[in-house]
């Protein structure tokens, strides 16, 4: 989740902008010593009916000068999550596109450990990781999984519905008591086809558009789609921000969404949204200490379809549908 | 008259025995003199200095009345002696206060960025420090910035500056002096724990007076003159003078047929200074001023987001000062002042950003003296302060806050003055806050302070203060941003208030030849200090901002020259300074305490001003600053950066939203220090005198050689080998104006 970093960054950089301008002058580049080799686990805990358990993905990397200390890991990496009442469940190696998104041995150095965790770990309750290197490196975490919610609207969770072209509609969902966040992601397909005849500049625009929506402390169960999703791709390149503009007045026909929305913890909360400003890079808080460091964050999803069109009885109309504001 | 000069000398002789400095109602007081006949000196600038006989008898009170006469102001090369007396009065008079007054000369002579600037002007003087170029925020003796409560004719105000800190709203050509009181603080001064900045109007002589100038930033004028005598007679006054002026940048004028520059700021500021007959004096002062960001106007090719942005002050204020028969006063005072700022997305109208920070301040201050030797000082204010700031996007609220409350205050001191031998102050100070939200805090505040004076004509002093200070408002901006705006919040349930022990001792003393030199040592605490927390739990609505304490250390040493001639000063500053607060980065729950170096604690800081003659008629300034290095936070690794995604298969995605694929490890809170800071600056005027009135061209360079000293240090780990790179702050820069007067 990017709820730390949306408006923070861009007056960060809308500050950094208007103090470079004046001052342009760069330091000579002096060359300094390597970093040291830190380990680094990203490690999600999922619960996400249908399916009956919840799940772990664990990608294991290093600071990036850290490739000799990732050889080492496997295949005497030990990963086990440990559920409330003991129950341990081993993580096993897998493919690391699994965990990351388009990965390759070139391009993503790292290791992807899965599993499906004991029966136990449910929504509310605690699930503890342990990590061992055969070098007798370690990393422990702890995550308390939220509590189990379900979306009331527009449709129920698993479900699809439609909505016309041109309207808003309310994404609503039950309380996870002492959830942090529901950051929510929705998966606009079609939508370059849709917007081409209004700018020719949206043949560049991405299909699936996937956008960004949050709703910030467990209390805050709602956000107006389409038009609250993008928040932080507003500040990306040109024929996305137009993109968002479009999607202020609602889908246009011939769009299908994909809405996840999901409960995340505070170890979720904390590593997403980053800590102290500091011009090097982006700071993350973390969750897993030992010999070197990380997140253990956990999630409650759930996912509702939308598409554009008239309503059937198989696929009925959305709940909440206005129009935008003039 | 307000801040005449007083001199009492034998007749024959040159040298005076005493000095002091007319009140705010023209008042002076001179005791212990023998029996016989003296000569009154009163000046100031502007007027014709007068010399009036007075024979004095024991155990008779003497009134004298003076009336200057206006005389044409020569606005440069005058020896402005009288704007140090108030320094001089404070010597004498007062025990444990650290003074150091800037006149409208020293400032314009101190360079500045594009123009004259009040507040970078102060970072010259002992124990303060900036820490970057681009801000003419300060910090004063191991305080925080919001620490240092800003006057401006009595009136508080907020975030003070332009272009979210480059330079301060305060146009030179309004003021006649600025004090910074740096510690010592007796009982009457309340509402912050670092320092007081007083920044006082010049409301002119009552003649009609036109100043103007364009430097590369902005052009303005100013305009004075005093009300007619019908006038005057009319409401019963002896006499009524005002100015007014206005500052505008011009960039987006001048570019605007080649393109839109999406930037302006403005300023309108005014002061009326009104004389009863009765020797009672009304000011009302105001200020206005902006600053606009408007990239909705420029063209959607070069900038797509339409973004707008604003923020300002207003500021409005009054003041009834009358005399009382004792020799006292009676002052009544009441204020207004305001600080807003909001960004707009036109294209998105869910996005919220906005911060204001409201105060309405009343007060009433009793000066009496009911016996010799003894004044006695008593007061009361009743504060309201509002504050509401929220910071929303896409339905979220990322921050915000609101609070509001009233701070009564109350305070009684008293000084005790024994023939220019001993200074005795002693007072307390209560402040109740009642915030809205929150509870009731009471603040006790006793301060006492002596001074004992030295040596052959009293010239020297040591002095000895200690005092408690309390604070219920702070500032959550980022100190570690070189630049930014102040986000005010107000004590209460989410953020405590602050109390500060301040101990200070010191030797000060006026040497032959214009030579003044002080040093003092000090010790301060600061407990209830906040910073942001930003591993705050979002259904806690009270832990977004994390309690804290520090405290500092230091010395500051002081030598200044001043008469005709070279003049200047010497201002060196030892510091050492810590903050604690929990370690939220360290993502434990509940978080550890961390004790750190706070971006100010710079260890050594040195100031050299020089102003001097230069021939042709050409005044220099010279000013050259030296620090030890800021310490700053070191990336000390990097690792890619991953997004967990919900839809497409809920897998992580190199890179987050801000397409930055890197994220970096921390090494130890500012564990390590930036190189050593020094920067020479000049300034040359040169005032060219016509029969229309004058003309003051001059010209400005900031880091006249080129030092690059470090803004940030950027580690940079994705290479082989990995590096470190930066940039830094001001290069040379050269910058031109000119000022007129008639």
Redesign the interface.
């Known amino acids: 989740m990017?709820?730390?970093?949306?408006?923070?960054?861009f007056?960060?950089a809308a500050?950094l902008l208007?103090?470079?301008a004046?001052?342009?002058?760069?330091?000579?580049?002096?060359?300094?010593?390597?970093?040291?080799d830190?380990l680094?686990a990203?490690a999600?805990v999922?619960w996400?009916p249908p399916a009956p358990r919840a799940a772990a993905?664990v990608?294991v990397?290093?600071?990036?000068?850290a490739e000799g200390l990732l050889q080492g890991l496997s295949p005497d990496l030990l990963i086990e999550m440990i559920a409330e009442g003991g129950a341990r469940s081993a993580l096993l190696e897998v493919p690391a596109?699994?965990?990351?998104?388009?990965a390759s041995p070139e391009?993503?150095?790292?290791r992807c450990y899965a599993g499906a965790l004991a029966q136990s770990a449910r929504p509310g309750t605690r699930v503890t990781m342990e990590l061992e290197t055969v070098d007798g490196r370690s990393l422990t975490g702890a995550t308390v999984i939220p509590q189990d919610f379900a979306i009331v609207g527009p449709v129920a969770d698993g479900r699809t519905c439609r909505v016309p072209e041109n309207r808003l509609l309310d994404v609503m969902w039950t309380t996870s008591p002492?959830a942090?966040?529901y950051?929510?992601?929705?998966?606009l397909r079609g939508i370059r086809r849709a917007l081409l005849p209004k700018d020719p500049k949206f043949e560049l625009l991405d299909d699936?558009l996937?956008v960004?929506?949050?709703?910030?402390?467990?209390?805050?169960t709602?956000?107006?789609f389409p038009?609250?999703?993008?928040?932080?791709?507003?500040?990306?390149d040109?024929v996305t921000?137009?993109a968002?503009?479009e999607l202020?007045d609602g889908l246009q026909s011939g769009i299908s969404a994909?809405v996840?929305?999901?409960a995340a913890d505070?170890?979720?909360?904390?590593w997403?949204?980053?800590?102290?400003?500091?011009?090097?890079?982006?700071?993350?808080?973390?969750?897993l200490?030992g010999d070197g460091?990380g997140v253990l964050?956990s999630?409650v999803?759930k996912t509702v379809s939308i598409e554009v069109g008239i309503p059937t009885p198989a696929t009925p109309e959305c709940e909440g549908i206005r129009f935008p504001?003039v | 008259m307000f801040a005449a000069s007083v001199q009492v000398r034998v007749p024959g002789r040159d040298v005076p025995i005493r000095t002091t400095e007319t009140d705010r109602l023209g008042y002076f007081l001179v005791e212990d003199l023998s029996d016989g006949t003296y000569v009154l000196g009163v000046g100031r600038l502007g007027f014709v200095s007068m010399d009036v006989e007075v024979t004095i008898r024991s155990a008779a009170r003497t009134d004298v009345v003076v009336r200057l006469e206006a005389a044409p102001i020569e606005l440069e090369g005058v020896s402005v002696e009288a704007a140090r007396s108030r320094e001089r009065v404070r010597f004498e008079e007062e025990a444990g206060i650290t003074s150091s007054e800037l006149a409208g000369r020293d400032i314009k002579l101190i360079p500045g960025f594009a123009e004259s600037d009040p507040l970078r002007a102060v970072e010259v003087l002992p124990g303060v420090i900036s820490t970057s170029d681009f801000s003419a925020a300060f910090n004063v003796r191991g305080g925080s910035a919001d620490q240092n409560l800003i006057l401006l004719d009595g009136v508080p105000i907020f975030n003070p500056f332009h272009l979210a800190g480059f330079f301060s709203v305060f146009n030179a050509d309004m003021l006649s002096r600025v004090e910074l009181l740096a510690g010592g603080f007796p009982a009457e001064f309340g509402g912050r724990v670092s320092s007081v900045l007083d920044i006082e109007s010049d409301a002119g002589t009552g003649d009609w007076r036109f100043n103007g100038g364009v430097s590369l930033l902005a052009a303005r004028l100013a305009v004075g003159g005093g009300a007619p005598r019908a006038f005057n007679e009319k409401l019963g006054l002896s006499t009524t003078r005002w100015r007014i002026s206005g500052r505008r940048s011009y960039f987006d004028k001048i570019l605007k047929p080649a393109f839109n520059f999406p930037y302006h700021l403005s300023d309108l500021q005014g002061v009326v200074e009104a004389w009863m007959q009765g020797g009672s004096k009304l000011t009302v002062s105001g200020y206005a001023g902006a600053d606009v960001v408007a990239f909705t106007e420029l063209d959607e090719d070069d900038f797509p987001l339409k973004v707008d942005w604003d923020w300002g002050n207003r500021v409005i204020g009054a003041n009834w000062t009358g005399p009382r028969p004792d020799g006292g006063s009676l002052e009544v005072r009441t204020g207004f002042s305001r600080f807003n700022t909001g960004l707009r997305f036109p294209d998105f109208d869910d996005v919220v950003f906005q911060s204001r920070i409201d105060l309405f301040s009343n007060g009433i201050d009793l000066e009496s003296r009911p016996a010799r030797h003894w004044t006695v000082k008593t007061g009361l204010k009743a504060d309201r302060l509002v504050y509401r700031n929220r910071f929303a996007s896409g339905g979220a609220d990322f921050a915000g806050g609101a609070n509001n409350g009233w701070l009564f205050g109350g305070y009684a001191q008293a000084t005790w003055r024994d023939q220019r031998k001993w200074v005795v102050e002693a007072g307390v100070r209560a402040d109740r806050w009642h915030p809205a939200d929150g509870g009731a805090a009471l603040e006790l505040a006793p301060r006492v302070a002596v001074k004992r004076f030295l040596g052959a004509g009293n010239n020297t002093a040591v002095k000895f203060a200690v005092g408690r200070y309390s604070q219920f408002l702070h500032s959550v901006r980022d100190e570690e941003l070189p630049i930014g705006i102040d986000i005010w919040v107000l004590s209460g349930r989410r953020a405590p208030h602050v109390v500060s022990n301040q101990v200070q001792a010191g030797v000060e003393g006026y040497l032959a030849d214009g030579w003044f030199a002080s040093v003092e040592t000090y010790a301060r605490s600061f407990d209830g200090v906040v910073t942001n927390n930003l591993a705050e739990n979002p259904n806690d609505d009270v832990d977004d901002l994390l309690p804290g304490d520090g405290f500092s250390v230091g010395v500051d040493l002081f030598v200044r020259k001043s008469g005709p001639g070279a003049s200047g000063w010497l201002a060196v500053s030892l510091l050492k300074a810590e903050r604690t607060f929990p370690d939220f980065q360290s993502g434990l729950d509940p978080a550890p305490d961390l004790t750190y170096s706070p971006i100010f604690d710079r260890r050594v800081d040195i100031d050299l001003v020089v102003r001097r003659p230069l021939g042709w008629g050409v005044e220099g300034g010279f000013r050259w600053n030296l620090g030890t290095g800021l310490p700053y936070t070191r990336a000390v690794g990097s690792y890619a950066y991953y997004q967990p995604q919900l839809a497409e298969g809920g897998r992580l995605e190199l890179g987050g939203a801000v397409d930055d694929e890197y994220a970096i490890l921390l090494g130890p809170r500012n564990g390590d220090r930036y190189p050593t800071y020094h920067r020479l600056d000049i300034s040359f005027r040169k005032p060219m005198r016509r029969s229309w009135g004058t003309l003051v061209p001059y010209l400005d360079v900031l880091n006249v050689y080129n030092r690059k000293n470090v803004l940030f240090y950027f580690f940079e780990y994705i290479q082989e080998p990995s590096t470190r790179s930066g940039v830094s702050m001001f290069p040379i820069l050269p910058s031109i104006g000119i000022e007129v007067a008639f």
């Open positions: 990017r709820s730390g970093r949306g408006l923070p960054t007056a960060r500050a208007l103090l470079l004046p001052s342009a002058c760069e330091l000579t580049e002096v060359t300094i010593a390597d970093s040291e830190v680094l990203e999600y999922v996400a993905t990608f990397h290093g600071t990036l000068d596109e699994v965990c990351v998104s388009g391009t993503t150095p790292g002492g942090w966040a950051p929510s992601e929705a998966s699936p996937v960004f929506g949050l709703a910030i402390s467990d209390q805050d709602i956000v107006s038009n609250e999703y993008g928040l932080f791709d507003r500040f990306s040109d921000t137009k968002l503009i202020q994909t996840t929305v999901a505070r170890n979720y909360v904390n997403q949204r980053g800590g102290n400003f500091n011009p090097s890079g982006l700071v993350r808080v973390p969750s200490r460091t964050g999630t999803q504001p």
